[in-house]
């Protein structure tokens, strides 16, 4: 079995926090005489980038994935499939997959060190280890490209465990009022304000003792939200910190009354 794709590959490339199913490895495999066995496979993340850098890391062979892992202590992914894959005879082309979620201003490449970190058998001689090369010599640091992360970014979406069209009891005290979740790429994120504009109809124009929460704690002091009036939370410092790959749920809870009562 031969690697023939000139490393590194894919090429060295700039992208963005938050970029999903990312090629970081890549190369033509290439089987002679008769079918074999793909048993796993061992790429090393090597650079400056954290080990929280890489989140879904898949192995796909001809575009089909056959296996996931997580990184180890040494910084390595090491696949190793349950059902060895047939690979017939011909090219195949393997591929190392992944979400950058970490590593913002950082770098990284993806590098196959040795022969025996693809493990590859032949079935007809009692499963036999394979000898892999790469173009036809010592198979030695074959490299995926230079990934440089830029810089982190945080989305807001609506917390899919909220129905935003849910009817609540008027007089109910600290209920959900409204949910989102914060999601952090390439960098922990600090969020110190956080501002809100409520739609209130009918005729009470406001609701009493508003509160912010972070994963279901209180930050900060209740308010009375007012329809169509900013709602800000100010000075939040520490209390809402968006960890890399830790979603966090940001809601409002209040009271279904006026500040009358």
Known sequence: ANLSTTSPSPAATSINAGSINQTLWSNSLSVGLHASML???????????????????NLFVDGVNVGTTTINSNMQFVFSLATPLSLNTGSHFIEVRGDVVGGAYRNFYMSLEKSSDLLIVDPQTSNVAIAVTYQSGTLNNVNGGLVTVNNGTLTINQDTTFNNTTTLVGGATNVKLASWKFTAYGEDVKVNNLSF?????????????VGLYVNGGQVGSNATATTATTLAFTSLGSNLVVPVGMPVIVSLQGDVTNSSG
């Open 39 to 57: 048993k796993g496979l061992t790429v090393k993340q090597i650079g400056s980038a954290p080990s929280n850098t890489l989140s879904n890391v």
């Open 197 to 209: 504009t409520p739609t209130i109809s009918g005729t009470c124009t406001n609701l009493a003792n």
